[in-house]
Structure formats: structure tokens, C-alpha cells
């Protein structure tokens, strides 16, 4: 059962347009981390967020938590090519790493 | 945030054979975590490696297949017994950190593995 679940799986997309990652699920989640993973290496935290409705900013990269701490998204402005990678999103049910689950990832493609 | 280092970066080994897998911190951490990820595919956690006792491991996955040591809090290995294709991977190992133990990981540049 995929607890976590990403949409769209894949994206293709033209530099400088914009873009949004969308992660859900019926559970509610302590914390919701966003992780970009590029060829060859390790997943890399991009954001943690932690309290229902939160927004952060990174940048060009917007992330919300949903009210209900059940969902998330992911907001790209201007995509550039070095944007490209697997997006995914974690979910912490408690403060241990033994209950995280790791949605199946969304692949984008920035083209120039 | 916690720098993690592994070794190796990525090895093809014939099957029927064992490759052990190390995970170094550059902090103490009180837990390291072992994680698959098939090609294409996303994490799948193997076990939790605690320092002074056994691992404990997710359905799915069995000591003897993939034993984990823990001898300090800045070290652990996995092995991946007796390979076959189907364990062809990239193996991560991770650590918790974060302000107030907030469940947030970081990773390790991962083992790519493949099993001929």
C-alpha cells in the first residue's frame, strides 16, 4: 500500500516555465520533508515543513503543508535546467526515522 | 546537517557472492538508517541500525540476507548476502537530524550495486 502518493511521475517542461509537485495521502504526518535526488547520488533535503498551512520559500521553489498535515506541494518559478531531477516527498508519522515513508518521486526534465 | 560519506560508490559483483557496504558520519547520531532503491523506483527502508543492539529490519527484509553492524555512533556496514540481479540497487544509508528531532534524513551519496 503507497501510503504516500506524487503527482504527476514524470514532467517535461520548457526553461523558465512554471511548475507544481503535488504529494498526498490519507495519513496524518508529524513533518513532510521535499528531497531532490540527482543521477548518482543521494536524495538531498530541499525543505522540512512542519505545521499545517505552513509556506516556505527557497528561493524560486515555494513548498505549503496542507491544513490537515496530510498533503504538500512543491511550486517551481521559472524552471531552469538544474532544476531537473527525481522530487521526492517524505513523511515523518512520528520524531524516529523508523516511521518515515518516501512517496514514489516525481521525474522532471527542464529542457533549454 | 550531518556529512555522511559511503563506500563503495558502486561495485558489480557476480552472483552468489556478499558486498559489504560502509557508512560513515562525521557526528555522532544516536540512529542510522539503511535504504534501498531499485532502479526507477523510490526508498524503501531495510532496517534501522542501533549502536549496542541488533538491527531492526522493515517486512521484507532478514538478517541474514542483509546483517548490519553498529560498532560506534558514527559508523555502520550493511552486507548483501549471497547476490542475485534482483538486488541490483543504489543501497543509502541516512541519519536524523533536524531542530527538535523533527524526523528530517540526510543521505549519503548511496552504493550503486549492480549483480551480473
Known amino acids: 500500500t503507497q501510503l504516500l502518493e506524487q503527482s504527476p511521475q514524470f514532467l517535461s517542461i520548457q526553461e523558465g516555465e512554471n511548475l507544481t509537485v503535488y504529494c498526498n495521502s490519507s495519513?496524518?504526518?508529524?513533518?513532510l520533508q521535499w528531497y531532490r535526488q540527482e543521477p548518482g547520488e543521494g536524495p538531498v533535503l530541499l525543505v522540512t515543513?512542519?505545521?499545517?498551512?505552513e509556506v516556505k520559500k527557497l528561493k524560486r521553489l515555494t513548498f505549503q503543508f496542507g491544513d490537515a498535515r496530510k498533503d504538500s506541494s512543491l511550486h517551481i518559478t521559472a524552471a531552469q535546467p538544474g532544476d531537473t531531477g527525481l522530487y521526492l516527498c517524505?513523511?515523518?508519522?512520528?520524531?524516529?526515522?523508523?516511521?518515515?515513508?518516501f512517496g514514489p518521486g516525481t521525474r522532471l526534465s527542464v529542457l533549454p | 546537517s550531518a556529512v555522511i560519506s559511503q563506500k563503495p560508490s558502486r561495485d558489480i559483483c557476480q552472483r552468489g557472492t556478499s558486498l559489504t557496504i560502509q557508512c560513515q558520519v562525521d557526528?555522532?547520531?544516536?540512529?542510522m538508517f539503511w535504504y534501498r532503491q531499485q532502479p526507477g523506483q523510490s526508498l524503501t527502508l531495510i532496517a534501522t541500525?542501533?549502536?549496542?543492539?541488533?538491527?531492526?529490519?522493515e517486512s521484507g527484509f532478514v538478517i541474514d540476507k542483509f546483517p548490519i553492524s553498529r560498532p560506534n555512533l558514527t559508523f555502520s556496514t550493511l552486507t548483501v548476502s549471497n547476490m542475485s540481479p534482483e538486488d541490483s540497487s543504489i543501497y543509502l544509508c541516512?541519519?536524523?537530524?533536524?531542530?527538535?528531532?523533527?524526523?528530517?534524513?540526510?543521505f549519503g551519496p548511496g552504493t550503486r550495486l549492480t549483480v551480473l
Open positions: 557526528s555522532q547520531v544516536t540512529m
Open positions: 495519513s496524518v504526518f508529524s513533518s
Open positions: 541516512s541519519v536524523e537530524g533536524g531542530s527538535n528531532g523533527r524526523g528530517t534524513q540526510y
Open positions: 517524505a513523511g515523518a508519522r512520528g520524531n524516529y526515522g523508523q516511521n518515515f515513508v
Open positions: 541500525a542501533n549502536q549496542g543492539s541488533e538491527a531492526t529490519y
Open positions: 515543513v512542519v505545521t499545517g498551512g
